[in-house]
């Protein structure tokens, strides 16, 4: 079973805007640099037969080796989304690089739900209304064109255009991704052991009033 990861190279102002302010374009960049680095670590670490990044630029030194890198292209994210399951041919999840309090352990019950009897799709949501993770027991070039996204019910609609094709879906717990300064905080407080963590915990000292 694959592993693919949508993820978008971490340049200033082009990732995690929604953190500036309090963040800089460039401290931004660095929190999604950490983020994709503890979602690919934790991808590789997860039993996948592969790790596919879907990236949309080039990888860097965040990029771990023996990862096959293939390019988002242009559109919509729903159809980045189509062309990165272009990339598998069997059972794959698919996650995005904004929920990097995820573990090997996390991926692998995703993986394990989708070979699941009677299950043909898995869904996460997310507390805001979107979506985490989707597993497909194979390509389903109808499963996001036309479906909105960066919306608060893209959860709940990616959910019914699975229903209509037909497919069973198991249900993954739901959590939080990051796209504010909040949510960034309320992540790096719970998961502190990260890259990600890391780098919040150094911008919120950055952030402290000279005493």
Same mark, same amino acid.
Do not use: N, Y
């Given at each position: 079973?694959?592993?693919?990861?949508?993820? &978008?190279?971490?340049?200033?102002?082009?990732? &995690?805007?929604?953190?500036?302010?309090?963040?800089? =374009?460039? %401290?931004?960049?660095? %929190?999604?640099?950490?983020?994709?680095?503890? *979602?690919?670590?934790?991808?590789? +670490?997860?039993?996948?037969?592969?790790? %596919?990044?879907?990236?949309?630029?080039?990888?860097?030194?965040?990029?771990?080796?023996?990862?096959?890198? %293939?390019?988002?292209?242009?559109?919509?994210?729903?159809?980045?989304?189509?062309?990165?399951?272009?990339?598998?041919? #069997? =059972?794959?999840?698919?996650?995005?690089?904004?929920?990097?309090?995820?573990?090997?352990?996390?991926?692998?019950?995703?993986?394990?739900?989708?070979?699941?009897?009677?299950?043909?799709?898995?869904? #996460?949501?997310? +507390?805001?209304?979107?979506?985490?993770?989707? #597993?497909?027991?194979?390509?389903?070039?109808?499963?996001?064109?036309?479906?909105?996204?960066?919306?608060?019910? *893209?959860?709940?609609?990616?959910?019914?255009?699975?229903?209509?094709? #037909?497919?069973?879906?198991?249900?993954?717990?739901?959590? +939080?991704?990051?796209?504010?300064? =909040?949510? +960034?905080?309320?992540?790096?407080?719970?998961?502190?052991?990260?890259?990600?963590?890391?780098?919040?915990?150094?911008?919120?000292?950055?952030?402290?009033?000279?005493?």
């Amino acid at each position: 079973m694959d592993l693919i990861v949508l993820a &978008k190279e971490p340049v200033p102002g082009r990732v &995690k805007t929604r953190l500036c302010p309090p963040c800089t =374009p460039a %401290v931004a960049a660095e %929190v999604a640099a950490a983020a994709l680095a503890d *979602t690919l670590a934790a991808a590789c +670490a997860a039993g996948a037969d592969r790790v %596919v990044l879907a990236l949309d630029g080039r990888p860097g030194a965040w990029c771990p080796s023996g990862v096959t890198v %293939v390019d988002q292209g242009e559109g919509g994210l729903d159809q980045r989304l189509t062309r990165a399951w272009e990339a598998t041919e #069997g =059972p794959a999840v698919q996650i995005g690089m904004d929920t990097p309090q995820l573990t090997a352990t996390d991926l692998g019950l995703a993986m394990e739900g989708l070979l699941t009897p009677d299950v043909d799709a898995v869904l #996460g949501e997310a +507390a805001d209304g979107g979506w985490w993770a989707i #597993g497909l027991r194979r390509p389903q070039p109808r499963a996001f064109l036309g479906v909105p996204t960066s919306r608060p019910d *893209t959860g709940r609609r990616q959910l019914e255009r699975l229903g209509e094709l #037909g497919l069973r879906v198991g249900r993954l717990p739901v959590r +939080a991704d990051v796209d504010t300064w =909040p949510d +960034a905080l309320a992540v790096a407080l719970a998961h502190p052991p990260t890259r990600f963590a890391a780098v919040v915990r150094r911008q919120l000292a950055a952030l402290e009033p000279t005493r």
